[in-house]
């Protein structure tokens, strides 16, 4: 990266990285975490807001059902142990966008620990040279809830040059804090433990995970150390960067720095930094001697959780398939590759979609194919979503079916694709109006053809009725290519067999 320090290679390989990530996730609710204020977003500025999220005085929080068991659900998801009891704790610190002064949040009895995900070492290769045995299982030390709090206007309005205003609607919106392990060691395994991360969370329906709007936000501890040393080094926290890919660059330039440093004779200052996306540089925001003593106490307006046996039963029944064993299912049931139950589970919706259409087809194996050959590749190139596409997983099922049973080539197919883009129409309504464009299957035609080739390649025919079997295919391609692609191969294959085998 030409932003960072240069740092050569031989240097970067004398260091090890130590990661972990804090991801807030906002919780799908349709009232806040304590107080039936609407989560809506983009609503105007401080109208969904009441005396308890307003912090003012005497007023209480009643603790949301609903936000409790989204935290549990995706905690499950996470492979999470559910705590029976919880302790919600107040977290002091004055910000202007915290009306109370503190936030309620949990601190040393959280809702769920002792969570992992598993990441595949191989992402990023070609589907190709997956390999299945290369994961990597980061731990997940806690799941918390909290509430979220407002936030700081500094544009947008009249005089925002002078002044900043502030927004309360998203105070008090339910959030998870989901706390990893220090086991990451690269920046690679931070973007693909966030990509397994997001998927997992998506899968549950607990959050739409936007982060555009805010509703997934990750901080980065990063520290490095030389490589066979057990004592990590001093970390530095890298806070509210909004993409995976801008995490990645950030754990990227502070590797370097903090080599940089070292190598140099000097020490890592523990700190808070923020990540300037457009320089591809991070910059101090407050050191270790300015950081926050939170006071942490138990909230006394608050009983402690309770979340029992009979309660996380109820919550575990709505847990749904989630990616990695679904990719497992799907690939033993419809004999599909690692590469395409890959793809094909991406969002719950796609793999959904895929499996209503691989139900019904004659070849599931081919509706996959066309997915990721036919139909992915035309949807990125005009930057469709899959939810967006004129073809419907119907339609890729119908022509499926179609190339199975020899009415179309695959050229046809292709043909009829470009088509259904052009006019943004589904395949079956094109298919139809094209007049069924049935391969030729006037065997007269072929007939002739053959006769021709077996006529101008004696040798050929020579070694086929010798026993070379294979010398077929030589035939097969060269009918193909007179017919331009257009004539059914089964049926050239028929005619072929029978004048050789004659
Ligand atoms: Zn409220």
Redesign the pocket.
Known sequence: MATTAAVSEDLLAKYEPVIGLEVHVQLLTAS?IF???STRFGDPPNTN??P??LGLPGALPVLNRKAVEFAALAAMALECRINHVSIFARKNYFYPDLPKGYQISQYDKPLAEFGFIEIDLNEGKTNESKTSGSKKKIGITRLHLEEDAGKSLHEGFADADAKTAIDLNRT?VPLAEIVSEPDMRSPEEAYEYLTRLKEVILYTGVSDCNMEEGSLRCDANISVRPRGQKEFGTKTEVKNVNSFRFIKQALEYEIERHIGIIEGGGRITQETRLYNAHEGKTHGMRSKEQAHDYRYFPEPDLLPLVVDERWQAAIRAGLPELPEARRRRMMKEYGITAGDAHTLTLTRAMADRFESAARTAKNPKRVANLVQSELLGRLKAQGLELEQSPISMAGVTVSADLVESGAISGKMLKDLYDLCFERNQDFPAVYEEQGRPEQSRDTSALEKLADELIAANPKQVEQYRAGKKTMIGFFVGQVMKASKGQANPQLVNDVLTKKLEG
């Open positions: 806040k107080c039936s204020c807001v009441c308890v999220c008090g």
